[in-house]
């Protein structure tokens, strides 16, 4: 069975497509509640930048890593997809270790196609720290992970009373952006919501540390560095009911 893209998530990057002159790799086949696994990897399989490490080999040749290793797991299963005579493989590679990418993950049962997605690009990028937790932003930002799918937000608050009006900015890194479709219909007009200000006000004062004070004010998200691959994650949930969006959201309009 071969999936192109199953779930709510999807990547927009530079380039759509490897530069290659042979055709498409090996699809994968459905190992049993597998779709949600089958769409992360094609989605990372045909993410160019990141193909282009995994086909070199270069982690596997440089790495001192003992034991688990998501990325010499994903070497593994880029090389044998892009070069397999086969038109479709089992994807055992990755399956098989899927309680290493995370211990609540079993063969056999459904998942969360972003959750996976999320957990899989973690385990990318310790692997590529050598397994280390505790380094600082600056070191983590030199992976090959980080540079193809980390980017920065910066959250600015303007404060609005006439007696301070100070502006605080703050910036938070992330792999991926979740975007709201309940109202959206399509994913630029879901961006241009998430880039909207938003009124601090009531119970959802700023507090001015100038004056020590509730004030209102206007927060708004933008993003600050864009990574080569934006990763987006359309929200189908609803919040607490759990019950699933349908509806349709178009992609980026130009």
């Not at 608050?157 to 890194?173: G, I, P, Q, R």
């Amino acid at each position: 069975e071969r999936l192109l893209h199953k779930e709510s998530c999807f990547f927009q990057g530079r380039n759509i497509a490897l530069q290659q002159t042979s055709s498409a790799g090996a699809g994968l086949y459905n190992l049993g509640n597998t779709g949600f696994l089958n769409s992360v990897l094609w989605c990372l399989t045909y993410t160019p930048p990141l193909a282009k490490d995994l086909l070199s080999r270069e982690h596997s040749r440089s790495s001192r890593q003992q034991g688990f290793s998501m990325m010499c797991v994903m070497e593994a299963h880029v090389n044998k997809i892009l070069h397999f005579s086969a038109s479709a493989i089992q994807p055992w590679t990755v399956v098989n270790v899927l309680t290493r990418i995370g211990e609540h993950f079993q063969h056999g049962m459904q998942e969360d196609a972003h959750e996976f997605l999320r957990y899989t690009v973690d385990a990318m990028q310790r692997a590529c720290l050598s397994g280390s937790s505790d380094l600082d932003i600056s070191s983590q930002a030199t992976t090959i992970v980080h540079q193809i799918f980390g980017g920065f937000l910066r959250s600015r608050v303007f404060v609005t009373c006439l007696s301070c009006k100070a502006v605080s900015d703050s910036y938070e890194a992330f792999l991926d952006v979740p975007l709201d479709i309940k109202e959206a219909s399509s994913v630029t007009t879901a961006l241009e919501d998430f880039v909207k200000p938003e009124q601090l006000d009531g119970k959802n004062c700023f507090k001015c540390s100038k004056y020590d004070k509730m004030v209102a004010a206007s927060k708004r998200f933008t993003i600050h560095r864009v990574p080569k691959v934006l990763t987006v994650c359309l929200k189908r949930f609803e919040d607490f009911i759990g019950r699933k969006i349908s509806k349709v959201c178009r992609q980026l309009e130009h």
